[in-house]
């Protein structure tokens, strides 16, 4: 049993992202700039997690005996006794997410807002079953996939129930049918991304859906969270390629959009489930429409002499190419985050950024691409494209700095684990915002977290690129460094919460792509409107008349003040 609830992740490393052979160390350039760029002068690995034995777990309500006996005896039933832990590790590897303030919890030592039980149904009478147990018992049921989410969507909610359980999906693994001819495929919603590609390309076919969390999560949490992959920009984002899922609610199961290619019968309520990250019930499998696998890849990459120019390259590139040609990935760094590739990358990107200075950029901003297709297609997608780009200012560099991206393109988390045990803060957030209010955004957000990092007396370091690219805006996403305060919760509540507040009055949306969890909540009602909150309780009310599922999660608490400037560490995750 132990091996199917730590699920290919060691118990000695369930403080981190993945699996610790896949992390990188930081190279000596790195953390020079830590000291000098950050000011901090100490980039030791002294801040370490502590060991498994010191972490704090709350007891579980669902004993042997005593007044959770009867719940842990029904879930028993809903799914066999061999596959519902109440054991030290499973709760643990439970506990929450990936976001940063996650990983300093767990870090320190604290577990306990760990669930009670976690359940690994198989199939979806189970899934039913085990509801239906929560139901009668009043057990809080938060649905796990991966366990990836970094805005506080996996987090157990106790308050107002009897005990809290987490709904593991990890056995629910298989693909279930696929149609070459209509391109489509069903799965069980645990499948995890390297599985659902494998699965698909033993028939010639590919999701093309490559999140950076790819490694760990699942497809039922690409569709409740509404994710975008890093080559959405070709393939389409999850709520894009997604033709029907089928959920289990406490109310009863529910089919939620229907395999047809287009449809007038009524409000599409697939978008109701999709999205929906939990609440509403779990979403147990889903029809996805697929692609050949391609025969060809070709990259490339071209530096601008600003952001903002490379902004108006990308648009003019979605807008006056030929549809067929734009790019599966399109990746715009700042000037921030080129100088921070540059500087680690040895001598091959040290003598580019020379070469760079002598066309006049002082301070590039460095746009990769890659084109997928047939060998004829890319070269000729990649040829009309080279056309805009260079007319837009953009200077060719070569396919090396793509080739190089993708080789890594999974690792970054990765990279947040090493930087917190040497006292430095990562953090990550993101929006998206039309093409007008596209350099808006950006600045003011940029500014929110330097003043936030400053109001801490810290240096702070903010790098900023464009992933994902649309017909009317693009995406903008946020990383921030900064040494480590004495109490790095309330610094990541103070960073967050400007940042939001600057991302809501730049008419941006709050989230593109890492969803809303319990992080994003208090800003919910100010863009989607009171109404709109309203509609989502009316639904919930349905589907879930008991309020058990992922309570905390998406809907604000009626309470929550909308327009809240201030975004407290108990909002986080």
Not at 132 to 144: E, Y
Request: with cysteine; charged share 20%; glycine share 12%.
């Amino acid at each position: 049993m132990e091996t199917q609830i730590t699920r290919e992740v060691a118990p000695s490393v369930w403080h981190g992202w993945g699996d610790p052979g896949h992390a990188r160390p930081l190279g000596t350039s790195a953390l020079a700039f830590l000291k000098s760029g950050l000011g901090v002068p100490d980039v030791e690995p002294r801040h370490g997690p502590v060991g498994l034995d010191q972490v704090q777990l709350s007891p579980s309500t669902l004993t042997e005996s005593g007044p959770g006996a009867e719940a842990l005896a029904a879930l028993r039933r809903a799914c066999g006794a061999e596959h519902v832990s109440t054991e030290r590790m499973a709760r643990i590897l439970h506990a929450g997410g990936k976001s940063t303030p996650d990983l300093l919890r767990r870090r320190g030592g604290d577990a306990l807002d760990a669930p009670d039980a976690v359940v690994f149904p198989d199939g979806d009478e189970e899934v039913r079953a085990v509801l239906a147990a929560c139901a009668q018992h009043r057990l809080a049921v938060t649905p796990f996939g991966g366990g990836t989410s970094v805005v506080g969507g996996v987090e157990p909610h106790r308050e107002g129930f009897t005990g809290t359980v987490t709904l593991d999906l990890g056995r629910m693994d298989r693909l279930l049918s696929l149609d070459p001819v209509s391109r489509t495929a069903t799965f069980e919603a645990g499948i995890r991304g390297p599985a659902l590609e494998a699965a698909l390309a033993q028939h010639g076919f590919t999701l093309g859906h490559l999140p950076q969390s790819h490694q760990q999560a699942t497809l039922g949490g690409y569709l409740a969270t509404r994710s975008a992959g890093q080559a959405s920009t070709g393939y389409g984002r999850s709520d894009e390629l997604v033709s029907s899922v089928h959920l289990e609610t406490p109310a009863g199961p529910w089919d939620a959009g229907r395999d047809a290619p287009g449809t007038a019968a009524g409000p599409d309520l697939l978008h109701l489930a999709v999205g929906s990250e939990g609440v509403l019930g779990v979403i147990t499998s889903a029809t996805m429409r697929i692609a050949p696998v391609a025969e060809h890849h070709a990259h490339g990459a071209w530096s601008f002499p600003s952001f903002a120019a490379g902004v108006e390259a990308l648009r003019l590139l979605r807008h006056e190419g030929h549809p067929g040609d734009l790019p599966q990935v399109c990746r715009l760094s700042d000037a921030d985050e080129t100088f921070s590739t540059l500087r680690q990358g040895g001598w091959k990107t040290s003598a580019l950024a020379s070469y760079l200075r002598t066309r006049g950029q002082q301070t590039p901003a460095l746009a990769l691409f890659v084109w997928e297709g047939s060998a004829e297609d890319t070269r000729r997608s990649r040829r009309r494209s080279t056309r805009i780009l260079q007319s837009a200012g953009g200077v060719p560099v070569g396919p090396l700095p793509a080739k190089a991206w993708e080789h890594g393109r999974f690792s970054g988390p990765y990279l947040r684990d090493e930087l917190l045990t040497r006292g430095i803060y990562a953090e990550t957030l993101e929006t998206a915002t039309t093409w007008a209010r596209m350099d808006q955004t950006y600045r003011q957000v940029r500014e929110a977290i330097h003043g936030a990092v400053r109001d801490g007396g810290g240096t702070p370091f903010v790098l900023t690129h464009v992933s994902h690219v649309y017909p009317d805006g693009a995406s903008l996403y946020f990383t921030t460094l900064a040494g480590l305060e004495q109490d790095p919760l309330a610094q990541n509540a103070r960073i967050k919460s400007a940042a939001s507040r600057a991302i809501m009055d730049a008419g941006a949306t709050i989230t593109h792509h890492h969803a809303i969890g319990r992080d994003h909540a208090p800003y919910l009602q100010e863009e989607i409107g009171a109404l709109g909150i309203q509609v989502l309780r009316s639904v919930k009310d349905t589907l879930d008349p008991v309020g058990i599922m992922n309570p905390g999660a998406l809907i604000p608490a009626p309470s929550a003040n909308a327009n809240a400037h201030v975004h407290t560490t108990e909002d986080s995750a």
